[in-house]
């Protein structure tokens, strides 16, 4: 399979067929279209790393759990606002079991050059609100010694057009003001619409999806 950058694989592939196009509707429910789970096209990474992005699946428990222990305090602080020691059984059932419509999370998993995963190093996930179908909050956190290589950029573009075809069109991320790279990121795959002041020392920050391909 051939390589593709991190930041350019994100493109409509012409030519993709139902089969491979991991935007297709593969199921629907209450009108809304889930989508087909696929692994992403292999990329590199900044370093030249071969990684791919993945649908979360139910045996990732285990590699969230390491993740978890693999974070820095302040991974901790930037993703779930406090120390997380662990995940629960039923923390974990929730979210390694998504449903591709209103919860749909991927794995950067790091590749040896066969083509084989070794190791699973970042999460992005995004959660449909319950009183608007078009807004879903947004999480994502990659465990500090894979951040700034692209890896996080990568998946946010695919879980952004993932979104997209869910028809979620905006995303909130709940940011400590300290964080710089969190928004960074996000402005690079949507629009910023609005931005409440910090409340209990954290920003809420809406984000206006693009349409694939817009870029
Ligand atoms: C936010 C996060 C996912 C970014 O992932 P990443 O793989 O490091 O980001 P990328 O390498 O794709 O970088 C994307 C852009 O952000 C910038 N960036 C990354 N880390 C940065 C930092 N610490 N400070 C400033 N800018 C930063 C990069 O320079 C890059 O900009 P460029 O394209 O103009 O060069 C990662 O830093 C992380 O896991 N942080 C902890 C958890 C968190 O903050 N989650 C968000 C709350 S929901």
């Not at 960074?184 to 910023?192: A, C, N, Q, S």
């Not at 910090?198 to 809420?204: F, T, V």
């Amino acid at each position: 399979m051939p390589m593709e950058t991190a930041l350019s694989f994100e493109k409509d592939e012409p030519g993709a067929d139902e089969k491979t196009n991991p935007c297709v509707p593969v199921r629907a429910r209450g009108g809304i279209p889930a989508v087909n789970p696929e692994p992403s096209p292999h990329i590199r990474l900044k370093d030249g790393t071969p990684a791919l992005t993945r649908p979360i699946r139910p045996a990732d428990g285990a590699a969230l759990s390491r993740g978890l222990r693999r974070l820095s305090p302040k991974g901790h602080a930037y993703r779930f606002l406090h120390y997380r020691k662990r995940f629960t059984e039923a923390e974990l059932h929730y979210l390694t079991h998504c449903d591709f419509i209103d919860h749909i999370a991927l794995i950067l998993a790091i590749l040896d050059e066969a083509g084989n995963e070794l190791d699973q190093v970042g999460v992005a996930r995004c959660i449909r609100a319950k009183d608007d179908p078009q807004l879903a909050e947004v999480a994502i956190v990659l465990v500090d010694e894979w951040q700034r290589k692209g890896g996080g950029t990568a998946l946010l573009m695919r879980l952004a057009r993932l979104a997209w075809h869910a028809g979620i069109r905006q995303w909130k991320a709940h940011v400590l003001p300290e964080n710089l790279a969190a928004p960074r990121v996000l402005t690079g795959i949507g629009d910023e619409m609005a931005r409440t002041a910090p409340r209990a020392g954290l920003a809420e920050i809406v984000y206006r999806l693009r349409p694939p391909g817009a870029d």
